[in-house]
């Protein structure tokens, strides 16, 4: 009787688990165009003040085009990045978005796109935003930048904003540069007449730092217990077979 009680306890417990989940639609669109740009990590070496010597090689280097995104709060397939507007007919225009019963797990997924793995530093988080009120999660690049947070107390049921952030610091002797790749290249710092190009002007910084679009989230009450169609029959099924096991025992021993 009591291996009769485990079995049932056990297989309530796996028909109650319930995951949290991102509802995937067909995506949302972004205009892009061809004008080319791009972040680059630097040796100092290479420049002179704000001016980047033509050709110095990139230790990392990104380039994209407008309208590209540097990083997503969802997973890459939520997104559909084009210089064709209006979108392709197949594609419609649906965002991605999370749902959490209360007291659940805050699991998200992203997609870093624009990345500088040769920097010294890189710090990822996830803001999670209602109103004026706001919470923040770490995340890790070994985690798949996934917070696996547990929900704070002070949640309620409703809709929430969500953004994933990402800063990469270049460390001593480096800097990342800014450019737009069509900029005029001038022959600075040198006699007239010399028509060469030397140097770019463009942004110097040490620290670069992105966000995505804000994706929806959804906080749901908690659900109640119930348990579904396909758990019920196999509920059934298994005390069905523990209780014709249980009398062919006692057949025998009365035999």
Excluded: H
């Amino acid at each position: 009787m009591r291996l009769l009680k485990y079995a049932v306890v056990g297989l309530l417990f796996c028909s109650f688990l319930a995951e949290a989940e991102l509802i995937r639609g067909a995506g949302r669109a972004s205009e892009t165009s061809t004008r080319p740009q791009s972040y680059g990590l630097f040796d100092n070496s290479y420049f002179n003040d704000s001016y980047l010597l033509a050709g110095a090689p990139a230790i990392d280097r990104v380039s994209f085009t407008i309208g590209d995104l540097p990083l997503l709060a969802v997973p890459r397939e939520c997104w559909l990045i084009t210089d064709l507007l209006p979108p392709p007919e197949f594609w419609q225009e649906e965002p991605c978005y999370y749902q959490f019963e209360l007291g659940a797990q805050l699991d998200f997924e992203s997609a870093l796109i624009w990345d500088f793995p040769s920097a010294f530093a890189a710090e990822f988080s996830w803001t999670l935003t209602q109103g004026e009120q706001s919470w923040a999660f770490s995340a890790l690049r070994e985690n798949g930048f996934n917070p696996a947070a547990a929900m704070p107390d002070d949640l309620v049921p409703g809709e929430y904003w969500l953004t994933f952030n990402s800063t990469f610091y270049s460390g001593a002797d480096r800097d990342f540069y800014y450019r737009n790749d069509r900029d005029e290249c001038g022959p600075v710092f040198l006699d007239e007449g010399d028509e060469r190009c030397y140097y770019y002007l463009g942004n110097r910084s040490d620290v670069l730092s992105f966000s995505s679009p804000s994706e929806q989230v959804f906080i749901l009450e908690r659900s109640a217990v119930q348990v579904p169609l396909p758990s019920t029959l196999s509920l059934f099924a298994g005390l069905g077979l523990l209780l014709v096991g249980r009398r062919r025992l006692l057949s025998l021993r009365q035999r």
